[in-house]
């Protein structure tokens, strides 16, 4: 879709959408066209640009026909194993197979693409296909949300285009709208979901048993992306079939979720409870969690041109850029306290957000955080999964996401700038070297290794393909005009002319919850933010050598990095020294204030008042991770009077240990080693995990699922070590592992960190069995203070047992 950038306050209004998007594409080009700056980035030839569409095209037929030959009609083809992948059939993943309703969803995903790349008698033939075996009577349960968008999004994107087929290429006159058809059963089947006190969808639902599955009675947890990304779809459903109730099912969702908000930041968190409304998780950003409610508020006033959605999305946008956008980058902070960071570290899934902003007219910001995101790559070769503030790896995986690509395309539609082909051309050859096997293209499992996985989701062929394609390709390549579609967030396209189908939404024009400010924002002059000069300044972000600019307002603790260059001369003229302490590579510091130091008086008030910031910011922090750590503790002598413990981090699903409560056991080994078959210390050679403390390596299925398998197994508590080589609490911050919403987890688990766990190890070998205890670490401390302020006489005759 074109994206509105012109240089003046915009106020849209649904009559002008149209107009508006393709005037805006217009007036941008010219001015990039008459701007004094020369292209910075060689152009692209027509003949290299050509071949590299080609080489797309290539790149999704190799992925579809080893889907087609090998997994077809299975959801997803496993391409090292080059089969498929059933569910209840191929060894559970645990809670991520419930994006797979053994409903062909590959296929059904990539119709549209195959129309896109003109191949209208391979298309024809998957509709006969879907249309033949796909059904969805089925005793599974599924996410709503991913079915929503996958599913029920490309049966509508399919039937869409074979009536459009149908009347402008005069083929598949068969056709008597059975897509159509498939998608409203479907929508009907995922409708039971809605059914609770806020009308927030469940997360999950049984595709023939609805909500009343005995594995579903508990559920009470979703995502805010999850319920917030259903709009688009659902309204579409309802206005191609006359059935309302859809489209009223997903504003009433919407309009639930807008009312969460926080009063003070206009904040969302990431997951809350659809019966209660209260926020389970309170971490804000545009990443994991959150992303594409952010994406269907933007998009859901383009499709139907209710004036709420757009309001709502400038309040929401307002608050990310105010609160949650350093810079380029954009961190996590809490949604009630919006100046706090709730984690150091970026996911991949935010690359959709400068496509995002393009599309809303807001080009600055979405050049810079492309090009964090590009450096990114170039620095890793694939986007991690998760990265740290000094983009450093925090989750190595690369799943063949789209979200880069998408990003990259907008960004290229709207400044015509070359440096975008160049982008996705090294995207482009980069999945070729490192992801293509010969059945497909398989995710690689750590960036730093470039070890694949089994693994090819359907939105590599539904997006990830689809974008490559559509940037190297001119519009008279395509058999459609784009600018007459919106993309939803799995890249099917759902036609504009939607909105004249019939509008159930109303205006909060009349309301007092929105003002004037609400539907309208500033677009900064395109003619001053020619692409090369935003990404000059970045151009050497990551490794620092190139120095950012600060605002002139006072620098605060919180805001304080130690590795940002002005941070340190701000701190420096403020009369603050700052001092190594211990090994450097830890990072360690102490500050010393001095007013002679000072640049000047008014600046020596000033370090004063960091101090004692700095002072309470680290008592706070202390606090609050000692509270949240666990530990796993043993006695290093046979009389069990000396103890030391091993930091660990807790977990949102198993209960918690409060106060002197704790759980023992001997530790044992799982084996598997990460836990997640059902057979899970069931071996000969393997030690029964019947009251035993069960250790568990990282990887292979969720948490949750090792946690539920342990606890089958007879385990009274499981331990998850790290599987990343070197990683430790010391370096990197504890994190609570999530679980799926459902509270049957029973034991008590935690996470350990490699060289934690190392540890624990070497004590395994030397004694064995080894018993542990598992406590909150606040506790095994104060016992520890209470036993060094006893006598050596209560000291001898007092038995740990009581004491812990």
Not at 5 to 27: D, H, N, P
Not at 48 to 75: G, I, K, Q, S, V
Not at 432 to 448: E, I, L, M, P
Not at 758 to 787: G, Y
């Amino acid at each position: 879709m074109s994206p509105p950038g012109i240089s003046i306050s915009i106020f849209f209004s649904a009559q002008r959408l149209v107009f508006t998007f393709l005037m805006a594409l217009l007036i941008l080009v010219a001015s990039v066209i008459s701007s004094d700056t020369a292209m910075p980035t060689q152009n692209m030839s027509h003949k290299e640009r050509t071949e590299l569409r080609e080489e797309a095209r290539d790149m999704f037929y190799h992925a579809y026909r080893a889907y087609m030959e090998n997994a077809y009609p299975a959801d997803e083809l496993m391409p090292l194993s080059c089969k498929g992948r059933y569910r209840g059939v191929t060894p559970s993943r645990g809670d991520m197979d419930d994006i797979l309703g053994n409903f062909s969803m590959t296929l059904v995903d990539t119709l549209d693409t195959l129309v896109l790349l003109g191949d209208f008698t391979e298309f024809e033939h998957a509709v006969k296909l879907v249309i033949r075996d796909v059904q969805f009577d089925s005793d599974i349960i599924v996410s709503v949300f991913e079915t929503n968008i996958r599913m029920v999004g490309g049966l509508l994107s399919a039937h869409i285009l074979s009536e459009y087929l149908q009347k402008q290429v005069d083929v598949m006159h068969w056709y008597k709208g059975e897509l159509l058809e498939m998608a409203r059963e479907l929508g009907y089947r995922l409708l039971p979901a809605f059914n609770t006190s806020t009308g927030i969808p469940h997360a999950r639902v049984n595709l023939r048993l609805g909500m009343k599955d005995p594995m579903l009675k508990k559920s009470r947890e979703t995502c805010t992306a999850c319920a917030g990304t259903i709009l688009l779809e659902f309204a579409a459903l309802s206005r191609l079939t006359g059935d309302p109730i859809f489209e009223v099912r997903a504003h009433a969702a919407m309009d639930a979720l807008w009312k969460l908000r926080h009063r003070g930041s206009d904040l969302m968190g990431t997951v809350l409870n659809v019966h209660s409304g209260d926020w389970v998780r309170r971490d804000s950003g545009v990443g994991a969690g959150i992303d594409s409610y952010y994406e269907y508020l933007f998009k859901s006033y383009v499709l139907l041109g209710d004036d709420k959605y757009l309001a709502r999305f400038n309040r929401h946008y307002n608050a990310v850029m105010k609160y949650v956008s350093e810079g380029p980058m954009l961190l996590d902070v809490l949604m009630h306290r919006p100046h706090a960071k709730s984690r150091n570290f970026m996911d991949s899934l935010l690359a959709f957000w400068p496509g995002l902003q393009v599309l809303s007219g807001d080009l600055k910001p979405a050049v810079q955080t492309h090009e964090m995101l590009y450096q990114v790559m170039q620095m890793h070769t694939l986007i991690p999964e998760a990265f740290t503030v000094d983009f450093q790896i925090h989750w190595g995986q690369h799943h063949l996401r789209p979200e880069f690509i998408e990003s990259t395309y907008f960004l290229y539609r709207a400044t015509g700038d070359h440096h975008y082909l160049q982008v996705g051309k090294r995207a482009l050859k980069t999945l070729q070297q490192y992801a293509k096997v010969s059945c497909g293209y398989a995710a690689v499992n750590d960036v730093r290794t470039g070890k694949h996985e089994d693994r090819m989701d359907s939105f590599v062929l539904s997006e990830t393909f689809k974008y490559l394609f559509l940037l190297f390709s001119e519009p008279q390549d395509l058999i459609i005009n784009v600018d007459e579609f919106v993309f939803t967030t799995e890249a099917h396209l759902l036609p504009l002319s939607i909105a004249q189908l019939g509008n159930a939404t109303f205006s909060f024009r009349q309301s007092d919850e929105h003002n004037v400010l609400d539907f309208m924002r500033t677009c900064p002059s395109s003619n001053k933010l020619f692409p090369e000069k935003v990404r000059k300044p970045l151009r050497n972000f990551i490794t620092g050598s190139c120095p950012r600019t600060i605002s002139g307002k006072r620098l605060s603790a919180l805001d304080f990095q130690a590795s940002n260059a002005d941070h340190l001369r701000a701190v420096y003229d403020m009369g603050i020294t700052m001092v190594s302490v211990g090994d450097r590579s830890q990072g360690k510091v102490r500050l010393f204030h001095s007013f002679y130091n000072a640049k000047s008086h008014e600046e020596g008030e000033m370090g004063l008042q960091f101090m004692q910031e700095m002072l309470e910011l680290t008592k706070i922090q202390s606090m609050n991770q000692l509270a949240q750590l666990q530990a796993v503790a043993y006695a290093t002598d046979e009389k069990l009077q000396d103890w030391t413990a091993l930091m660990a981090g807790p977990s949102h699903f198993s209960p918690e240990l409060i106060g002197e409560q704790f759980v023992e056991g001997d530790v044992i080994l799982a084996k598997p080693l990460r836990a997640c078959s059902e057979k899970l210390n069931q071996e000969d050679d393997a030690d029964d995990a019947k009251g035993k403390v069960l250790v568990a390596e990282r990887g292979d299925c969720t948490f949750v699922s090792k946690a539920r398998l342990a606890q089958k197994a007879g385990a009274v508590a499981l331990i998850v070590c790290d599987n990343v080589q070197g990683s430790s609490g010391e370096t990197q911050p504890m994190f609570a592992m999530s679980g799926d919403g459902n509270d049957d987890v029973l034991i008590p688990v935690v996470f350990m960190y490699n060289l934690e766990f190392s540890k624990l190890a070497a004590v395994m070998k030397r004694e064995n069995p080894l018993r542990v205890r598992i406590m909150q670490m606040v506790e095994f401390k104060r016992w520890q203070l209470a036993k060094e302020g006893r006598n050596d006489t209560t000291a001898s005759t007092q038995k740990p047992d009581r004491e812990l």
